[in-house]
């Protein structure tokens, strides 16, 4: 039950962000100067709930919920580097470039609304900094270097609307910085956070950490049938490569996989369409997808070709977890 409950909470986070590191309390390593910079990652578990390693920048990391473990090999036994307090448990998804990892942890019972948000090095040679607690079911998103922002999103019961939050490492400052905005997409590195309002027929929200505010919003095409109760089509996954947004939009009849700039200030321009899934993965330059016939394709991002592809490699890359 604990870990079903918890694949559920993580799953609210597929949209993952990638993300870039403030000036840290722990120096940062020469690795963590060399690599791309933060991303988000989701710890793995077997069929049967048993933690599998997740290979992060020539790394292996693992999580049993109560503690998150570093190897430097595959078959290493590995180090503890954070141990979460009693009653509490390890959520699935983190942050991290290599050196320094963000996570936070909730209540084993379920029934209480709380999460807390720490960070430490991979070293394991130094305690975890806990930065703040919030009385919310809240879910790591990005982490923007230039400002020290941690970003968080949670579901308000109230407002019945996903909302976006900034929260700062150092000083602890934590503040709403939109009503209404639900995840939905990785930053690859840059400084935007993509989401949707809490109706996905309202387009795509493009919020800009740099200028702290909502830069741009895309609307999605008009439906295909504009008697059906639809109405418009809905933006439900965004994605970032090579510099380039990308973004999943659902029609009544076909989904659509539009092309744009990371600010999206570039018009938007359709890549393909296909009678497809409601989901996609992209890795590699290319989207791995399934259509509405069950059969597994892949779309290449440099040659725009569609070749036969499986459900073993559709897996794989689900599996990662690594969103880019």
Known sequence: MKKSVKKMLGSLLLTVILITAMLPAYPETAEAATNPGYKIFSFQYGDWGEPEKVKIYEKYYWN????????????GEGKVIATAPDGYMIDDCFITNGSRIYYDVKPTDYSKEETVFYYVPNSGKTKPVKIKSVKSNSWLASYYSSNGNLYTYKYNSSAEAYQLYSLNV???????????????GATGGSRYIYGASNRFEDGLKIYDAKAGKLIRKIKPE???????????NNIVQAMVSNGKLY???LGYYERIVFETSLSGKT??????????????????????????NGDFFTFDLKTKETKPSSMDAYDEIEKSRVFN
């Open 64 to 75: 049993d919920s109560s503690s998150i473990y570093c190897a430097s090999t595959q078959d």
């Open 170 to 184: 150092k000083t602890k400052q934590y503040k709403r910085v939109n009503s209404n905005f639900r995840v939905i």
């Open 247 to 249: 973004y999943l939009e």
């Open 222 to 232: 008009a439906s295909k049938d504009p008697d059906s109760h639809f109405g418009t």
């Open 267 to 292: 018009t938007p321009k359709v890549l393909f369409r296909e009678c497809t899934g409601d989901s996609f993965m992209l890795a590699n330059g290319k989207f791995y997808y399934c259509d509405s």
